[in-house]
């Protein structure tokens, strides 16, 4: 997450909200030469032992004080601030800070003989009762009482403190109805009522707080339409009515909240409403107006919010396309999530994986939709569909049915009786669509606000012994601060039943302020709301206590949706801000009826198959009595009926049209075998490559390959006409190209490199991108190719280029986080990361192009060039030329001056991003294809040249030893570049 946002987060947490007051007047302390008034410290006595607190020093409190009066802002707090210039060396408290002190009595009467006290934090603790009317007689500044058991109405005498800037009551059990008299607390700038029972309106005296800075009202009950004031709060900077119980529709009045950083409503009931006008708010950072029940289109003034972080308009009814937003670099996070959206923008399908999307559960046509699945960008659902039954594009299709699902949310596999339930353990994310295997995967949207999220948090972990029965289920659980589907996918049509596993396992229930919160969320089964306001701990009557909840559901499209939303209620502070959401431990899926049996099923697939290898026997005796089988001798003759659009050739067509294989044809020997120069009758040239016996692909494999490829069409591909496959002679047919490879016309003789001017190595190293980014994004299915390089890049007759060998590309398997599998390229090519820990993904191959485009620009191979000993690589080379500021030196001084010098300074810049060592830190192909057209600006990394000096050499030495490959691994980690999206920088 952006550092712009984290900075955000931290500055809107009450905590250090409120005590930033402080500031505004500063303590004047001197060096401690006085004590305390008597009569202060017998009110500190009362105060103890009405707070239940035992560890004060009351010989002297104000002794080892500092002398700068500022407390701590951290959640944890013991301090007593002292006063000591008045005159006649007596002290007086000023400031107290009793935070996370587990205290369990009640608000202490006594404060208010403290005549000089300004500030009181008795948050998060476990404190009970209502505030006592004693302190109305203070001139209390600042006040936080968060995260406590306090209870009853909300004092109307609070209205009598006007000295107060700053009250906290959130995460408390206040109840009635906010008091009209609080309108009179006109110099109060921060107010937090979050997270109570309180209901009914909220009091038209409110808008006499003209200094209000900050607002937190949510997840309360209160009743009736949004008040229409907000003109008054001109110096309004944060609001939050999550939940707050009030109805729509959004008032015309917010358009005057011109000082306006963070908004946040969600939740409204009643009438619907056009998006507001916020045109106004250009310090926008972070904007939230989720199931609000919105209208229309997305304004297009958003795009000028160029402060903006987040943006989330999900659940509304939002219509038409997205504005462009790509000029706002930080906007990292964006969630337009169940919405009627149908216009999908490039801008947004290119966005860089540091940035997280979510646009699951909208209206966009599947053809607009990108057909691979990433793991910051979730297109879950995101597509019209007349049955409603296709998730996403990326998605395997089903191979046989299934009658059961049982899943250990967020831990191991375990076993439990004679259930099986499957690992979980895959991190959740702020826009995931994960795959767990073809069956069944989660859609995980949301992050925890005000807090830095990772991963990490999307998964509980249990902090005590669980006692309950089969308590392996619920040592873990599934988080989610907004939005989790878990769909389960194959299954047959039918009745099912459906039980889910909960238990508290976050929250505490003993005497401190761990057990003062509430989780609350939803939950719906095929879209239907099935559990609302769901508290686990109450339904369970403790934590970590089990609770099922059993369902019965219809599968008619084959598909299971359970869905878990966090709708606004509940503490979200509690025990830590950030703590908040729906949790789930265990999923259990069984069908009403028994699954077919096997053995019949078995019977008819036996039947089935000796039918059909009767059928073939039978049409393979009348080709033969027709005479199709007979011989031809001429080359003519076996050449008849060699068609490029059947797909399927004889072992004799194509020996006729390579002339029996002769070496005069041979183009050149690849990993699994020749290819051979063929021309047919009609003068049309292919390329055949012949599998060499020795290679370990066998025919499964090579069907595979076929499958592949024949299915991919595009124009930075090598087409594959066709095969052969007769006895143990294995062929591919592809088409021919003119120019053979580009390492033939980069590194072969100065003619070649005649034909390569600026302009076409441009239009190669993006033609070349292109192709890359419909393997890996755009395809049906996802594809590694593992070889990019020069000799694997083949040019047509106009030079452009074409990405050839696919015999060993492997299918991303979407259920797993890499490739495990050989290692299988050529050194100089292969990523860190692959070569030395076999750690294989699509980054391998944006590595691959980033050696690749530095060849092209320099037209020299990255491993034989080294100017002098001091270097290893073309690469080497280049890094220490960044280093120096001298990048322009690596462009081939063959070219002259005969070149764009922003367009080759680009090339350069986008190929040592790609190979950066962290493969995290690698752009997408789409990415690179934006930033080599001019679309995006290149955020430039500077790399330590040491990472691929003599340490990546001894890797690969053949008499290194395991140390120092150890060592070499070590080293190539060992990159300080890290990502700032506040900046849109590498630093």
Known sequence: ???????????????????????????????????????????????AVQLNKKDWNFSDPCSNIPTISIPHTDQYNNTLVCNCSFSGNVCHI???????????????????KLPYIKQVNLGQNYLSGSIPHEWNSTKLEFLVLSVNNLSGPIPSYLGSMTTLRALGLESNLFSGTVPPELGNLVNMEILYLRANNLTGELPLALKNMTKLRVLYIGSNNFTGRIPDYFQSWKDLQTLEMQ????????????????NMTDLRISDLSGESSAFPNLSNMMGMNKLMLRSCNITGEIPEYISTMTSLTVLDLSFNRLEGSIPNLANIMQLATIYLTSNLLTGLPEWIKNRDSRYNIDLSYNNFSQNSVPNSCRETFNLFRSFYSRNNAILSNCL??????????????????????????EEDDASGGAAKFFQNSANWGFSSTGDFADVWSSDSDYIANNISILRMNNSELYKTARLSPLSLTYYARCLANGNYTVKLHFAEIVLRDNRSYYGVGRRVFNVYIQEQLVLEDFDIEKEAQGVDKEVIKVFKAVVSVKTLEIRFQWAGKGTTNVPKRGIYGSLISAISVQSDFEPPDDSKRKKFIVIGVVSALFLIFLILGILWWKGCFGSRTTREQDLMGLDLHTGFFKFKQLKAATNNFDTANKLGEGGFGAVYKGELLDGTFIAVKQLSSKSKQ???????????????????????????????????????????????????????LKKLDWNKRQKICLGIARGLAFLHEESTLKIVHRDIKTTNILLDRDLNPKISDFGLAKLDEEEKTHISTRVAGTIGYMAPEYALWGYLSDKADVYSFGVVTLELVSGKNNIKYRPNENFVCLLDWALVLQQNGNLMELVDRKLGSEFNKEEAMRMIKVALLCANPSPALRPSMSA????????????????????????????????????????????????????TASTSSFV
Not at 94 to 110: E, K, W
Not at 957 to 965: F, M, N
Request: net charge negative; aromatic share 8%; proline share 4%.
């Open 94 to 112: 000023q400031s107290i800070f009793l935070m996370g002190q587990d205290l369990d009595g009640v608000l202490p009467p006594a404060l208010s």
């Open 928 to 979: 690179v294809v934006s930033m080599l057209e001019g679309q995006t600006l290149v955020q430039e990394v500077k790399i330590n040249p040491s990472i691929y000096g003599d340490e990546l050499r001894l890797a690969f030495s053949e008499d290194s030893d395991t140390s120092t490959v150890q060592t070499t691994r070590s080293l190539l980690y060992s990159s300080d570049a890290k990502w």
């Open 698 to 752: 066998g025919n499964h494999e090579f069907v595979n390959e076929i499958g592949m490829i024949s299915a991919l069409q595009h124009p930075n591909l090598v087409k594959l006409y066709g095969c052969c496959i007769e006895g143990n002679q294995l062929f591919l047919v592809y088409e021919y190209m003119e120019n053979n490879s580009l390492a033939h016309v980069l590194f072969g003789p100065d003619e070649g």
């Open 396 to 421: 395997l299709p089903c191979s046989k049915d299934q009658y059961s699902l049982h899943v250990n949310c967020g831990g191991n596999q375990t076993t439990i009786g004679n259930i099986k339930y």
């Open 1 to 47: 997450m952006a550092a712009s946002q984290k900075l955000s987060k931290l500055f809107f947490c009450y905590v250090v909200l409120l005590t930033v007051l402080i500031c505004f007047e500063p303590i004047k302390s001197q060096e401690q030469v006085g004590t305390l008034a008597d009569d202060e410290v017998e009110a500190l006595r009362e105060i």
């Open 243 to 258: 939940a707050s119980g009030l109805e729509g529709p959004l008032p015309s009045s917010l358009s005057a909240l011109n």
